[in-house]
């Protein structure tokens, strides 16, 4: 990215997101959550690289068809668990109407508003390519991408090619991520596995978040610093 758009290493502020110092604060407000308090979050990003404005049929079909899986909403009544479900604001019109043939006690549709509350607390989150993979990466909770219209034949014609190039990238390995899914089964597959082992992470999981060690150094306080001093 710094390349492609011309920056400098030295003009690249190198720290982890300030937004993190959030999560110190509730730490012990986490401590203390009831144990039958386990939750899951959805949020998929919005599709600003559609030529036609128009998103793929097939990206709510199987984002609908993941919100109402008869498997996984079996195991999620029987360990009493929550599902928060929320949709980018630039979105929220085209879905609206969609919503209304859900009718899932355990589902709970939340603002954008809502969402760093929601995610303070997770135990699982399933996106696509949001950055808000790396707040549960830096939590070390364990996460699903699924990319609803991956597999879409009408991507290369539809989608920019910046969106489709993110595609290929993710399909050739390019992202070092684990538990990437194009296949609604195979994603439903991986999230049942979370949900019946308790949420822990698994190996996979446990080595990558290593490598990557996303840690607080106080982000806050280091690009204050940094702008004061530019």
């Not at 949020?43 to 049929?57: A, E, G, H, Q, Y």
């Not at 549709?109 to 969402?115: L, V």
Request: positive net charge.
């Amino acid at each position: 990215m710094a390349e492609k758009y011309g920056w400098k290493d030295e003009n690249i502020i190198k720290l982890n997101l300030p937004k993190w110092d959030k999560f110190l604060n509730n730490e012990k407000q986490s401590l203390y959550r009831s144990i039958k308090s386990k939750s899951i979050f959805l949020m998929f990003t919005w599709r600003k690289m559609v030529k036609n404005k128009l998103i793929s049929p097939q990206y709510w079909k199987n984002i609908l068809q993941l919100l109402d899986n008869i498997s996984m909403n079996q195991e999620v009544r029987k360990k009493n668990i929550t599902i928060y479900f929320t949709i980018h604001h630039k979105m929220n019109e085209e879905f609206n109407n969609i919503l209304n043939i859900l009718n899932k006690t355990n589902i709970h549709f939340i603002s954008e508003t809502q969402i760093f509350d929601c995610l303070k607390n997770i135990d699982l989150l399933i996106t696509d390519f949001s950055s808000i993979l790396f707040e549960t990466i830096y939590r070390k909770k364990p996460y699903v991408i699924f990319i609803p219209d991956g597999n879409d034949i009408r991507i290369k014609f539809d989608y920019t090619i910046d969106y489709y190039e993110i595609i290929n990238s993710f399909k050739n390995g390019k992202f070092h991520f684990e538990n990437i899914y194009f296949n609604l089964d195979e994603a439903i597959e991986q999230i049942n596995f979370y949900i019946k082992n308790d949420f822990k992470l698994d190996n996979r999981l446990k080595i990558l978040y290593k490598e990557l060690n996303l840690k607080h150094d106080n982000n806050t306080s280091k690009f204050i610093e940094y702008l004061s001093n530019s």
